[in-house]
């Protein structure tokens, strides 16, 4: 008798995530900008810069079959957004408070136009009939550390000024996510040029 096809290796689905990536440089800048206060937060959990992308549509588990549909919905989304634009860090703030922070993230800003949050709009209503629509309102940010349970952080952290040079935001990828200990790895599955 057959085996059931969900056993089969290629019909587990896949972690994935659409991210815009930040260059190296900047993230070596905020990686020294934090450190000195790495030891000021009990319990953080400090993610590593190789990590670091701006997170623009969590798709979360996908099945195999739904991959090439994701690919195309992004491919479109990247070709309608026109050429790329440019983002810098900002300051550093908490979700969902800084009273009681569950992720310390670096905050980005983007050109006046807001074409992160206009990406972000594309692709949740490119992927609406697979996968929910994000109904928070978006934050471009890095995550640098998760907290649990929630600590405070507005005295130590947040606000403080992280600000990088402007860099330019050319693509999209698509991210699979490896959930491992001790952190998660991501590979980059493929990139879809902007405009």
């Known amino acids: 008798m057959a085996r059931d096809r969900a056993f089969r290796p290629e019909a587990k689905p896949l972690r994935l995530f659409v991210a815009a990536d930040v260059p190296q440089v ?12 790495k030891d000021k937060i009990p319990g953080a ?15 979360g588990w996908v099945w195999p079959r739904l991959e ?28 969902p408070s800084p009273n009681r922070a569950r992720v310390l993230w670096a905050g980005l800003e983007d050109d006046p136009s807001g074409r992160f949050a ?31 349970p929630p600590v405070p952080v507005a005295d130590t952290l947040e606000g403080i ?5 402007p860099f330019e935001v050319d693509r999209l990828v698509l991210y699979r996510s490896h959930l491992q200990r001790p952190a998660p790895r991501y590979e980059a599955i493929e990139e879809f040029p902007l405009g």
């Open 161 to 165: 000024e992280v600000a990088s040079r």
């Open 26 to 37: 900047v993230k070596d800048g905020l990686a020294r900008d934090t450190a000195p206060f």
């Open 118 to 148: 206009e990406v972000v709009k594309q692709l949740d209503d490119a992927l609406e009939e697979h996968f929910e629509p994000e109904q928070r309102e978006f934050t471009p940010h890095l995550t640098v550390a998760r907290f649990q």
């Open 68 to 95: 090439g549909t994701v690919r195309e919905a992004v491919t479109d989304v990247a070709a309608r957004t026109g050429p790329g634009f440019a983002a810098r860090l900002t300051s550093i703030g908490a979700f």
């Open 45 to 59: 959990r400090w993610t590593q810069p190789s990590g670091w992308h701006v997170t623009l549509k969590f798709l």
